[in-house]
């Protein structure tokens, strides 16, 4: 399985971006998808996930900021971002947790970069 972030950029304090992560390859089941985020110097960080039922959890530092969503059919995975801070800019990679018979694993995207100015 494999994940293909795309949509970072740079962007101005207080703009908007969203980010889409599509999962590929042999799939049999994808449980729950995820965003996170590493800075420069500072350990990957948990932005925000969604399980396959729909069920969302975020980081207090982006709850009212950021809604991430999730298309199963497609094995796709958003986070729109608004309001967006220089404290945002890092990296952001993409999770998912893949499961066979019984047996998880954990999926990473290479990360997008987001670099936000002020």
């Known amino acids: 399985v494999q994940l293909v972030e795309s949509g970072g950029g740079l962007v101005q304090a207080g703009g908007s971006l969203t980010l889409s992560c599509a999962a590929s390859?042999?799939?049999?089941?994808?449980?729950?998808m995820g965003w996170y985020r590493q800075a420069p110097g500072k350990q990957r960080e948990l932005v925000a996930t969604?399980?396959?039922?729909?069920?969302?959890n975020y980081a207090d530092s982006v709850e009212g900021r950021c809604t991430i969503s999730r298309d199963n059919a497609k094995n796709t995975v958003y986070l729109q971002m608004h309001s967006l801070k220089p404290d945002d800019t890092a990296v952001y990679y993409c999770?998912?947790?893949?499961?066979?018979?019984?047996?998880?694993?954990?999926?990473w995207g290479q990360g997008t970069q987001v670099t936000v100015s002020s």
């Open positions: 999770y998912a947790q893949h499961s066979i018979m019984g047996s998880f694993s954990d999926k």
């Open positions: 969604i399980t396959r039922g729909g069920r969302t």
């Open positions: 390859g042999t799939i049999f089941s994808i449980n729950a």
